[in-house]
């Protein structure tokens, strides 16, 4: 199936082939003519999947015809609400490449930066805006902008925005646009917070579940090294001494300990940098750039700055702290195997993590292999006695599994939900950890 196939237009076909999307993804396959018969949709779908396509072309194609009958209109008609300014970024970016041949104005707006220039653009007239929930009510509170003509409303990454804490501004601004409109909410997990806010803001959605956890997972190759808390470091230069780790992205829990890598990489003369919640929009987006043109090798991240990181050939995720909530696992390594290729995704576990490394393992239902080929590495034989025996346990359990059993246990570990007493819990860590 082609994009001609599923009645894309022509300019945005040619935009297409310029970025060389030779095919839809299973997303766009299901979405792109359930959105051009205006319908809502429910996606279960993380980035990576080309998920941003799939809502920005039919939006690209319906504004192109409203606006050709009524070209004097310039009024805000599409929004995309995103939790990061990263991904608020690219989701612009994309809008703007795929419609580059048709003529609709496309700005973004978050917060962070002075918002002067963001308001000059509003006011010269803009289509599709994209914008983080802070800085849009704020400008909505201040009358620069209004949403009475919104009739296409996108949520991207919806639990996200729940583990950032922004559910209230979304409500708020989710009643400032109008009932008749077409709407689009988009998470990668589906905990019942999310499934209530859906409830409220769709009507009638055609429910689209990618399922790329399965595919990605098993595309993506993934070791673990025991290690000592304080060994992480050497073991993350050991590693980084082999030349097949290209671009790296390394995942740290806090702030300070990304900053703290970065310096002690620099001492090596080891091209780094990090991203978090502490560092300027610009700080962060002359660091994304520079990694993305391959000048700096190692990208310290925390997981909600690294939200919406859309890197081409990202070689290897490292996760030198492993993630508190399962998921943020999946979306971890997710960011190697991008529009379905593979990558190489490693995670580092000291004594106190042993407990979060078996909770990944029982979502993603599948033994990651230990590696203990680094001065550094801890032999599994030398873990504490407890972890050990359900270690091995859960290694004789595995080998008994059929690769259909696998997948099996897979699918239903995807559709099990994270308690809303889980999300609270990681709700407030992130929140109180301001990352
Ligand atoms: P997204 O999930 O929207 O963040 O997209 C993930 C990556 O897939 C981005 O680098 C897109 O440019 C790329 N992509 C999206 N759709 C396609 C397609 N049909 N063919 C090839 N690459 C795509």
């Given at each position: 199936m082609t994009f001609k196939e599923l009645y894309v237009i022509d300019p945005i076909l040619k935009a297409l082939e310029a970025k060389e999307y030779s095919e839809p993804t299973p997303i766009q396959l299901e979405s792109i003519p359930v959105l051009l018969q205006g319908k809502d949709i429910l996606g279960s779908a993380q980035t990576g999947t080309g998920k941003t396509a799939a809502f920005a072309i039919p939006i690209l194609q319906n504004l192109h015809f409203e606006k050709v009958n009524d070209p004097s209109n310039r009024n805000i008609k599409a929004l995309v609400l995103a939790p990061t300014r990263e991904l608020a970024l690219q989701i612009h970016d994309n809008f703007k490449e795929y419609g580059r041949n048709i003529r609709l104005r496309t700005t973004v707006i978050y917060g962070g930066v002075p918002q002067s220039k963001q308001v000059r653009i509003l006011q010269n007239g803009v289509d599709i805006l994209v914008a983080t929930p802070g800085r849009l009510l704020d400008l909505i509170q201040q009358r620069k902008l209004t949403l009475a003509h919104v009739t296409y409303l996108v949520l991207d990454e919806?639990?996200?925005?729940?583990?950032?804490?922004?559910?209230?501004?979304?409500?708020?601004?989710?009643?400032?646009?109008?009932?008749?409109?077409?709407?689009?909410?988009?998470?990668?997990?589906?905990?019942?917070?999310?499934?209530?806010?859906?409830?409220?803001?769709?009507?009638?959605?055609?429910?689209?579940?990618?399922?790329?956890?399965?595919?990605?997972?098993?595309?993506?190759?993934?070791?673990?090294?025991?290690?000592?808390?304080k060994k992480k470091i050497d073991l993350l230069v050991d590693l980084l001494k082999k030349k097949d780790l290209k671009s790296v992205?390394?995942?740290?829990?806090?702030?300070?300990?990304?900053?703290?890598?970065?310096?002690?990489?620099?001492?090596?003369?080891?091209?780094?940098?990090?991203?978090?919640?502490?560092?300027?929009?610009?700080?962060?987006?002359?660091?994304?750039?520079?990694?993305?043109?391959?000048?700096?090798?190692?990208?310290?991240?925390?997981?909600?700055?690294?939200?919406?990181?859309?890197?081409?050939?990202?070689?290897?995720?490292?996760?030198?702290?492993?993630?508190?909530?399962?998921?943020?696992?999946?979306?971890?390594?997710?960011?190697?195997?991008?529009?379905?290729?593979?990558?190489?995704?490693?995670?580092?576990?000291?004594?106190?993590?042993?407990?979060?490394?078996?909770?990944?393992?029982?979502?993603?239902?599948?033994?990651?292999?230990?590696?203990?080929?680094?001065?550094?590495?801890?032999?599994?034989?030398?873990?504490?006695?407890?972890?050990?025996?359900?270690?091995?346990?859960?290694?004789?359990?595995?080998?008994?599994?059929?690769?259909?059993?696998?997948?099996?246990?897979?699918?239903?570990?995807?559709?099990?939900?994270?308690?809303?007493?889980?999300?609270?819990?990681?709700?407030?860590?992130?929140?109180?950890?301001?990352?």
């Open positions: 919806a639990d996200r925005m729940l583990d950032m804490g922004f559910v209230k501004d979304v409500r708020k601004i989710v009643a400032m646009v109008k009932k008749e409109r077409q709407t689009m909410f988009f998470s990668a997990t589906m905990p019942q917070a999310i499934v209530t806010l859906s409830n409220e803001m769709l009507h009638k959605p055609v429910r689209i579940m990618v399922t790329p956890e399965e595919e990605m997972i098993d595309k993506i190759k993934q070791s673990i090294y025991y290690v000592g808390k992205l390394v995942f740290s829990r806090t702030k300070h300990g990304a900053n703290k890598i970065v310096k002690l990489l620099d001492q090596l003369d080891i091209a780094s940098a990090a991203i978090h919640g502490n560092k300027s929009q610009s700080a962060r987006q002359k660091a994304l750039n520079s990694f993305k043109q391959k000048k700096t090798r190692v990208l310290v991240a925390t997981d909600i700055a690294a939200r919406g990181i859309d890197v081409d050939e990202l070689s290897h995720v490292i996760n030198y702290d492993l993630p508190e909530v399962p998921e943020t696992y999946i979306h971890r390594i997710g960011r190697t195997g991008r529009a379905g290729l593979g990558g190489v995704a490693i995670s580092f576990c000291s004594h106190d993590e042993i407990d979060l490394l078996k909770d990944i393992q029982k979502h993603i239902q599948m033994q990651i292999t230990v590696k203990t080929d680094s001065v550094y590495a801890i032999e599994p034989s030398a873990l504490p006695i407890e972890s050990k025996s359900k270690s091995n346990q859960r290694n004789s359990n595995q080998s008994n599994k059929s690769k259909n059993n696998k997948s099996y246990s897979r699918k239903r570990a995807r559709n099990k939900k994270v308690t809303p007493k889980n999300y609270s819990k990681y709700d407030n860590k992130n929140r109180s950890r301001n990352r």
